[in-house]
């Protein structure tokens, strides 16, 4: 079913720190910085191969992402599979008794492509998302 990493999801307190050290420490740029004020975050988007590894700073304390990052500190808050079709992929999960989260299982990222979310709950605690393309 998974195709490659497509994205890992890691939050931080403070994504313009994080960018500054990955440039002093590992020499690489993000391929873009941006404030979704829609979605409450900032991010910052390193491509390593064909996955992105987005470092992400909730804007708001009291949302999902800013409960989750002073609850458990920084870390990974998710990883997306790439898959070829996202919709099929999610029918098949939710028929083996997986809890999705989104209007059928599907939402749509800031950047566009279409994801599913397995409720942690569903997946031994682990946070899957799924990504199409």
């Known amino acids: 079913m998974f195709n490659f990493v497509h994205h890992v999801r890691i939050l931080v307190h403070d994504a313009d720190q994080m960018v500054e050290y990955m440039d002093r420490n590992f020499g690489m740029t993000p391929v873009k910085v941006q404030v979704y004020e829609s979605r409450g975050m900032k991010n910052a988007i390193y491509k390593v191969g064909s996955t992105n590894l987005e470092f992400t700073e909730p804007l708001d304390a009291n949302s999902k992402m800013g409960k989750f990052l002073a609850e458990e500190g920084p870390g990974v808050y998710h990883i997306a599979f790439g898959v070829d079709d996202v919709r099929s992929a999610a029918k098949e999960l939710a028929g083996k008794g997986n809890k999705l989260r989104g209007e059928d299982g599907i939402t749509q ?21 799924l990504a199409e393309g």
């Open 109 to 129: 990222s800031a950047e566009g492509y279409f994801t599913a979310n397995i409720d942690p709950d569903s997946a031994l605690g682990f946070p899957f998302q």
